[in-house]
């Protein structure tokens, strides 16, 4: 009759487990993330674009976007919406600072990206790539999926 091993036998795979795991977690730790990006598909007569997103610090220190860009389009710029004589007004923001291990979000109507100038015509599902230029010298890639515009 064969004895079962017994269960300390499977400290290694748990352990294995345990570290993959905690390395996937720890991807994102001492860096800075972008989620959650989108933006509406232009009208046909519109060749800009907002994009929006949540921008997560996972670091201990305070990041500041400085840039935009995207192969995708003519240039890049964070804009904001403020009330300005009961009208409501898009203005540009040379930069946006993220809190050490806070969260920035760009939304419709608040804080946002705008990218000029697009180089192709998108489609719902299709996707842009950015890149946000941080102070310390670092990069942070975003992926935006299009989606349909409310009047489309």
Request: charged share 20%.
């Amino acid at each position: 009759m064969k004895k079962k091993a017994p269960a300390a036998c499977n400290v290694p795979a748990i352990c294995a487990a345990g570290f993959l795991l905690a390395a996937a977690l720890g991807a994102q730790e001492g860096s800075i993330v972008a989620k959650d990006a989108w933006a509406r598909v232009p009208l046909p007569s519109q060749n800009d674009i907002a994009v929006f997103l949540v921008l997560e610090n996972h670091t201990g220190e305070k990041r500041t976007i400085v840039s935009v860009s995207s192969d995708a389009a003519s240039s890049g710029e964070i804009h904001e919406m403020i009330m300005q004589r009961a009208v409501m007004k898009m203005v540009p923001v040379a930069r946006v600072t993220v809190g050490a291990h806070g969260k920035k979000s760009f939304d419709p109507n608040d804080l946002h990206i705008m990218l000029f100038g697009l180089k192709k015509k998108p489609s719902v599902g299709d996707t842009i790539t950015l890149t946000l230029k941080m102070d310390d010298g670092t990069s942070v890639p975003v992926t935006a999926t299009f989606r349909k515009y409310a009047s489309n």
